[in-house]
């Protein structure tokens, strides 16, 4: 008979009253951390309700339709981009086989070291008008700057491609693992029925690989709606954009909070939405793993174009940008060695290490509470907490800006009234408030790192450490920790790199003279200097080439 976690005969008496109070710690914490995550939504509710309906009237009649318009705009077209590469990528090295193709399983990934923005301004740099392309149009063709037509990078459909190419990578993925996934039962009844290739594809294996397709989907949307350094610097109007001016340049905390309110909305609908079409439906496979479609062998003209197709989003997604990065690097004047970029370094190392440390430990607490006390308490504390990375950043800020604020404020006035001392900005006004706006970001990235890890540990290894007397801290640190090490590193490694590419919160929400590289980045891009911009970006693509080369050990391996 096998131990189940239930049983608490086998469990020594002294150790019950342990394991109930070491039981309620991570209960504690996980509702804490739910509480936490919940706290920005709420408060931007609250604070787009007491904003007032001049306010709300001002902006339906001026500029929220023109960002409404914009974003769902731009959502489509991402989402539209990103499916048709991913799937298509991920299709042609599951199922073909043509020279290189185990290579280009690895490098299909790449992209995603890059944050939007900065491929933003690299292509910026050779596409706009002063730049190398349209220079070297002129020169040749002898045109003047109004005989041609160029297409203009800085638009919506620039913006589009540029968060296509570096969000591809979530469709990619996630399609890929469906289709190895599949076997081939039904995709060759399909083709004895019949039905070409493309057909049986088109109405089999895409329909059977659909809930992973629409996850990644829906991640790139996300991301997509949670940007504001592409559509900022490319001058696009979107929910984002609109969040930062009311907040800085209008200094409209209402207006900030209810286009976030919008925003917030739009994304929890797209979220809901998802998981509505998909209702009750299961997938279910036919046979064995070992009977899965062998891959079709390309040769001649096929091969040619399966080779274009899945070097074309790795060139313009990393190839190319990193060597305009690196040429306008060294054009640049900037110092990567002088005090001033060891700050930003410093800077950017300590919060995303913080905020990888925090998010990580409350990732474990609320995984846990899961564990130990299932139920729909524990259900729902962790469904609310993955809410977080469908909230953009921006929202996040200012749902926490505004109620710390208030109470900064209010603690200011009672202290000057009470004991005439000032305590100025105590919450708002350092670096712990940004930390737990990264953590609400980023928590659902790594809870699921940690619930995958979590899922190998049987049950039987908790019901065993009990019945030798550990109560749940010493069952965390004694079997879970060492056995969930590699998911621990990489949940680390993934909000690690998130935070150091973070922006919209960041901007809003850093301490006075408390600069990042990606603030750098911005602030030297958005004053026309693409060049300087360029330093910071690549230490920022350099880091986040770390998670995205362990993400290609581990597909090479498989």
């Not at 570096?166 to 995709?187: D, E, K, W």
């Not at 305590?423 to 953590?439: E, K």
């Not at 990606?518 to 891009?525: E, K, P, S, T």
Request: some cysteine.
């Amino acid at each position: 008979m096998t131990l189940a976690p239930s049983q608490k005969d086998y469990a020594p008496h002294g150790s019950r009253r342990g394991s109930k109070s070491g039981s309620g710690l991570f209960a504690g914490i996980g509702l804490g951390v739910a509480g936490a995550s919940l706290l920005p939504m709420l408060a931007v509710l609250l604070a787009a309700l007491t904003g007032g309906f001049d306010t709300v009237t001002h902006l339906a009649q001026t500029v929220m339709p023109r960002y409404a318009g914009t974003t769902l705009l731009l959502v489509l077209m991402v989402g539209a981009g990103t499916l048709s590469i991913g799937v298509g990528a991920a299709w042609l090295v599951t199922m073909t086989r043509f020279p290189g193709v185990r290579l280009f399983e690895m490098l299909l990934v790449l992209p995603l070291a890059f944050p939007a923005y900065v491929l933003a301004y690299a292509y910026t740099y050779i596409l706009d008008h002063p730049g190398i392309v349209q220079s070297t149009l002129r020169e040749v063709m002898g045109w003047g700057p109004r005989d041609y037509w160029f297409p203009e990078i800085r638009s919506l459909p620039g913006a589009a491609l540029m968060l296509v190419l570096v969000l591809y990578p979530y469709v990619y993925l996630l399609a890929r693992a469906a289709f190895l996934q599949q076997t081939s039962g039904a995709f060759l009844a399909a083709r004895a029925l019949g039905h070409s290739s493309f057909s049986a594809f088109w109405r089999v294996s895409l329909p059977m690989a659909r809930p992973a397709i629409a996850s990644g989907v829906l991640l790139a949307v996300m991301e997509t709606i949670a940007d504001f350094g592409t559509v900022a610097y490319f001058g696009v109007q979107t929910f984002a954009t609109g969040i930062y001016t009311s907040w800085f340049s209008l200094a409209d905390r209402a207006g900030a909070a209810q286009l976030a309110l919008c925003l917030l909305i739009f994304a929890l609908f797209l979220s809901m939405g998802e998981r509505a079409s998909r209702g009750k439906a299961r997938y279910h496979q036919a046979g064995k793993q070992h009977s899965r479609m062998p891959p079709a062998e390309l040769t001649g003209l096929r091969c040619f174009v399966a080779w274009g197709l899945c070097s074309l989003p790795v060139v313009l997604g990393f190839v190319l940008p990193v060597v305009i990065l690196v040429n306008m690097g060294l054009e640049s004047e900037q110092n990567l060695l002088s005090r001033r970029y060891i700050a930003f370094i410093r800077n950017s190392i300590t919060l995303a290490t913080t905020a990888a440390f925090v998010t990580v430990i409350a990732a474990v607490c609320l995984g846990l509470y899961q564990r130990l006390r299932r139920g729909k308490i524990s259900a729902s504390a962790a469904y609310v907490a993955r809410l977080g990375y469908a909230v953009p950043g921006g929202v996040i800020a200012v749902g926490l800006m505004v109620p710390f604020a208030a109470f900064d404020n209010a603690l200011d006035a009672w202290m000057r009234a009470t004991f005439d001392i000032r305590t100025g900005l105590l919450i708002t006004g350092s670096i712990w408030l940004l930390v737990m706006a990264y953590m609400v970001r980023f928590l659902s990235a790594a809870l699921g790192a940690y619930e995958g890890g979590q899922s190998t540990v049987h049950v039987n290894m908790d019901a065993a450490a009990r019945s030798l007397g550990h109560g749940p801290l010493a069952m965390l640190r004694r079997v879970h920790l060492p056995l969930l090490t590699p998911s621990l590193l990489t949940a680390l490694l993934i909000v690690f790199v998130d935070v150091m590419k973070e922006l919209p919160a960041t901007l809003i929400m850093r301490p006075f003279n408390y600069d990042t590289l990606a603030i750098q980045a911005y602030r030297l891009a958005s004053d026309e200097r693409l060049e300087g911009a360029a330093v910071p970006s690549l230490v920022i693509v350099a880091v986040g080439l770390l998670p995205v080369i362990l993400i290609c050990r581990q597909v090479g391996r498989r």
